[in-house]
């Protein structure tokens, strides 16, 4: 069971970067997703996140009209599109599954992470 990140890279101020985190051993479409980031000597932050269906999704506000998360479940990947980066944008991006494991006596959930990807943009 394994996510796997890759789109990250050094952009320009104003350009645009798509992140894409492919899943193997977990099903994205039974699971929320989100993707979260920690900047240099900053704590990790939450950037987005949806709920298990889809329908409900979450932003920072400091990304808000610029990043969108996405899924594509028949590839069981999720994407965030980030567009109009900004330097205050540059860190580590890390995808992250929450798994339901509910075929037993007592369900429980827990966190998957990918192996993070490293956005730099310069002004």
Known sequence: VKLVESGGGSVQAGDSLRLSCAASGVTFSTNAIGWYRRGPGQQRELVAKSSSDGVTTNYADSVKG??????????????????????????????????????????????????????????
């Open 66 to 123: 610029r990043f969108t998360i996405s899924r594509d479940n028949a590839k069981n990947t999720m994407y965030l599109q980030m567009n109009n980066l900004k330097p205050e944008d540059t860190a580590v991006y890390y995808c992250n599954v929450v798994v339901a494991v509910t075929n037993t006596r007592y369900p429980y959930e827990y966190d998957l992470w990918g192996q993070g990807t490293q956005v730099t943009v310069s002004s």
